[in-house]
C-alpha cells in the first residue's frame, strides 16, 4: 500500500466550478499536510500549508485535514483556467527525514 | 515564501559527458535538500537527500556513482549525472526544508531541470 494515495484525473471542470481535490494516507504520524500546484515542465509552487487538523483557507483556496479519517482536501472556487495544473498533496512529520508525496492530480479548467 | 533557484533551466548534452545541476537557496539556509527525478506524467521519486557537510543518502535503486551529491554550503546542494546517457534524460527538480532535519513543515522547490542526452 502507498503512503499516500491520491486520484490522477484528469478532472475536468468549466470555469467558475468548485474543485475538489483529495488525498488519503496510512501513517497516522503524519503531522505537515500541503498542496503543491504544478504547470507542465515547472517545479511545484507551495500553494496551501496545515499543521495537524482543521482547516486553512487563502483566497479561492480552502485546505481541509481530517486527521481522524486520513484523508486531506483542497478546494478551487471559482476555478479560473489559469488553475489547470497538476495538483500535488505532500505531508511528513517531526523526526521524518523525507517528504511522502501523492501520484498528483490533472485538473483542466475550461473557459 | 522561500525562494529556491535552480540551474540550469534546460541542457541538452552528448551521451557520455556529465551534467551539473545547481540548487541554490537564496533566503534562508538549508541542512537538507532533495533531489527528485520526475517522468512525463508522472509523480515525483525521490533520489536523494543531500545533508550539508555529509554524504548523500541515496534511495534504493539510484545509482550513487551515478548521481553525485554535492552539498558543501547550507545554500548549495549540486547533483551531478555523470557519463550521461539517454536513459538518463529526465527532468529533476531540487527542494529545500527551511528548518532542521526534524521539523518538515514545508519544501520549497526549485525551477526544475530539463535533461536531454542525445
Known amino acids: 500500500q502507498k503512503e499516500v494515495e491520491q486520484d490522477p484525473g484528469p478532472l475536468s471542470v468549466p470555469e467558475g466550478a468548485i474543485v475538489s481535490l483529495n488525498c488519503t494516507y496510512s501513517?497516522?504520524?503524519?503531522?505537515?499536510f500541503m498542496w503543491y500546484r504544478q504547470y507542465s515542465r515547472k517545479g511545484p509552487e507551495l500553494l496551501m500549508y496545515?499543521?495537524?487538523?482543521g482547516n486553512k483557507e487563502d483566497g479561492r483556496f480552502t485546505a481541509q485535514v481530517d486527521k481522524s479519517s486520513k484523508y486531506i482536501s483542497l478546494f478551487i472556487r471559482d476555478s479560473q483556467p489559469s488553475d489547470s495544473a497538476t495538483y500535488l498533496c505532500?505531508?511528513?512529520?517531526?523526526?521524518?527525514?523525507?517528504?511522502?508525496f501523492g501520484s498528483g492530480t490533472k485538473l483542466n479548467v475550461k473557459p | 515564501g522561500a525562494v529556491v533557484s535552480q540551474h540550469p533551466s534546460r541542457v541538452i548534452c552528448k551521451s557520455g559527458t556529465s551534467v551539473k545541476i545547481e540548487c541554490r537557496s537564496l533566503?534562508?539556509?538549508?541542512?537538507?535538500m532533495f533531489w527528485y527525478r520526475q517522468f512525463p506524467k508522472q509523480s515525483l521519486m525521490l533520489m536523494a537527500t543531500?545533508?550539508?557537510?555529509?554524504?548523500?543518502?541515496?534511495e534504493q535503486g539510484v545509482e550513487k556513482d551515478k548521481f553525485l551529491i554535492n552539498h558543501a554550503s547550507l545554500t548549495l546542494s549540486t547533483l551531478t549525472v555523470t557519463s550521461a546517457h539517454p536513459e538518463d534524460s529526465s527532468f529533476y527538480i531540487c527542494?529545500?526544508?527551511?528548518?532542521?532535519?526534524?521539523?518538515?513543515?514545508?519544501?520549497?522547490f526549485g525551477s526544475g531541470t530539463q535533461l536531454s542526452v542525445l
Open positions: 527542494s529545500a526544508n527551511p528548518g532542521y532535519l526534524s521539523t518538515n513543515e514545508k519544501l520549497f
Open positions: 501513517n497516522s504520524a503524519f503531522q505537515y
Open positions: 496545515t499543521y495537524s487538523s
Open positions: 505532500a505531508m511528513s512529520a517531526v523526526g521524518f527525514n523525507k517528504f511522502y
Open positions: 533566503d534562508f539556509q538549508a541542512t537538507t
Open positions: 543531500s545533508n550539508e557537510g555529509s554524504k548523500a543518502t541515496y
